[in-house]
């Protein structure tokens, strides 16, 4: 969930009374709620309640940056632990995305909740019992090439003419090959995707495509250049959908030089709403 908070865009800016936002939790049916966690930098957590609605925070008087990617890391790592026992104390979280501070300490929070219940109120109902799944799929570009050059007629007809051909003319074929083997490329992955969501579709509450990585890095520390990413969607499903998923994602990844990551479960980062004030 983002939130345009009303903390600053002043990274070293110190802040007056700021509660980091974790995560917001639906506690009607609970008695007492309590975390046995910390936060980031070992924090002691704050549950602040309105109307049944619960933020998870710390107090906090200054955003989280730091140039240490180590650091960056462990503050992540502890955000996502605190939501993760959110979840499994309370149920589906709507979780916040990494520094987001309010100022007002507890009143500006509670305000926080009483300005944009409705909204919050409706989103734990349509998210209640549901968690974000994530499939990253790539396929290894070499052995997709050896498999299209023996499929599609045209290119077998290219590779044959460039066999009987002079150098000048080679050249030219070369460049048709190309291009060919390019668009084959694009509608095979291109089916790929789509096939990939329709499948899940039938299965999932909702699913959201999302784009390419910066690199093919980014998924699973893949360092293989003939690695290519092929799709990224998020899930929206039940702990009861989850084999039914795995199952679907089984058969796209038999297919010939595909790979599929498959994680989760995940509080629903892709599906909560976002808040702007």
Not at 57 to 67: M, N
Not at 176 to 187: A, F, N, P, S
């Amino acid at each position: 969930m983002n939130m345009s908070d009303s903390a600053t865009s002043d990274r070293s800016e110190e802040l007056s009374d700021g509660r980091y936002m974790y995560c917001l939790v639906d506690t009607v049916e609970s008695d007492g709620p309590e975390l046995a966690v910390n936060g980031i930098d070992d924090s002691s957590l704050s549950l602040i309640t309105h109307g049944g609605i619960t933020a998870v925070t710390h107090q906090c008087e200054r955003l989280y940056d730091s140039e240490d990617a180590d650091q960056v890391r462990q503050w992540l790592v502890a955000h996502q632990r605190v939501i993760d026992a959110a979840g499994s104390t309370f149920g589906t979280p709507l979780p916040f995305q990494f520094d987001v501070i309010l100022r007002g300490g507890e009143e500006g929070v509670r305000q926080w909740i009483a300005d944009n219940e409705e909204r919050i109120c409706e989103a734990l109902d349509q998210l209640g019992g549901l968690w974000e799944y994530r499939a990253h799929v790539t396929w290894d570009r070499s052995t997709v090439e050896s498999i299209v050059s023996k499929e599609d007629d045209r290119l077998a007809e290219i590779e044959a003419q460039r066999d009987e051909s002079g150098k000048g003319t080679q050249f030219l074929l070369d460049k048709q090959y190309d291009q060919r083997l390019t668009d084959v490329l694009h509608t095979r992955k291109s089916e790929l995707r789509d096939r990939l969501q329709a499948n899940l579709d039938d299965i999932a509450r909702n699913v959201k495509r999302h784009g390419a990585p910066p690199s093919v890095q980014a998924i699973g520390g893949l360092d293989d250049e003939n690695k290519e990413w092929v799709a990224r969607v998020a899930l929206l499903a039940s702990d009861a959908d989850e084999a039914s998923i795995g199952a679907e994602l089984d058969t796209v990844a038999s297919e010939p030089g595909v790979t599929v990551e498959f994680t989760g479960p995940w509080p629903p980062y892709s599906f909560a709403p976002e808040f702007t004030e």
